[in-house]
């Protein structure tokens, strides 16, 4: 375990009614709440009840407490290596983590230790000063409800413009790379951030117009259960809506309900499976399969993986 029981969910908990108790005092009602909320069920009655009938010498019968400061938890050592070892991912750099105070901890391990077999190598510039800015631009337009203008080039090179209303951020553990899903123009859009010249944050999105809701899609594979295919299929598409068929000792038809805006992340996944799955319908997707496959062979030896 990285971090001490010390630090777990009793002890916030109880650590939550202290400071009340400290600025005041708590009500019964009060510590009842907080332990619901910060402690597992089976601390409701015994938390309240310790520190009711003194087993836990913290409160007083007013609700007060012989502290005279709120209780602080300083982090371990070991905690601060961990959280210097997440401020090395370039990707969280992008949210503008403050690493104020880590300057002298060694990282509990590097970037360089992770090898990803099975990830395509030519991932976002998340080091790039333009691509940090973009990525900041759209994500301030996400969080605070805001229209986006956005120029960008699509993968043939051609220049567009968007003046758009963004729904949400997008990683592509697969790809590597963030996506920007909007509303441009009454339609559901995306564009990868790495393509984008211009992104810029306008006004606030008038709430009273409704987001279109994302167009759903039926996808239809045939699996052979070879190299654990299946456990692995169950895994990565975990967060779909699906249904398994078995059609026999090592063959499953697996059927999936996904919004058209996640066409591009699924369609990545279903390429992980090479030989080991085949797409029964739809068409289109069975044709976008084979292009990427296309596109994938001729850029062999120009940095990407098969």
Known sequence: M???????????????ILVLAV????????????????????????IPQALKDGTWPLLDAQG????????????????????KALLLDPRIRLFGVPQDGLEDVQPLYT???????????????????????????????????RMLHVEFLTGRGVRQEWHCRPVRLEYSEKDDKFRL???????????????????????LADPSVPVPPAQTEQLVLTLVDE??????????FSHYRRETERIDDMHYRITIQYAAEDETELLIRVLSFGPLV???APQ???????????????LLGGGRKA
């Open 64 to 83: 007060g407490t012989p502290l005279r400061h709120p209780p602080r938890l300083p982090l371990t050592l070991l905690e601060r290596r961990f959280m």
């Open 227 to 236: 190299r654990d295919a299946m456990e692995r299929a169950m895994l990565h």
């Open 181 to 203: 899903h909007a509303v441009a123009y009454g339609r559901r859009v995306m564009v990868n951030l790495s393509r984008m010249t211009l992104c810029v944050p306008g006004g």
């Open 284 to 298: 289109a997707f069975a044709d976008r399969l084979r292009g990427r496959l296309s596109r994938q062979r001729t």
């Open 111 to 145: 970037p360089e230790m992770f090898v990803c077999f099975d990830r395509y190598s030519d991932g976002d510039p998340y080091d790039d000063p333009a691509y940090i800015a973009h990525f900041r631009a759209a994500l301030q337009a996400v969080r605070e409800g």
């Open 2 to 16: 990285l971090f001490s029981e010390v630090y777990g969910s009793y002890f916030a908990a109880v650590a939550e």
């Open 23 to 46: 600025e005041g005092g708590v009500t019964h009602a009060q510590i009842r709440e907080i332990v619901q909320r910060r402690a597992f069920g089976e601390s409701g009655t015994a």
């Open 278 to 280: 085949r797409v029964e």
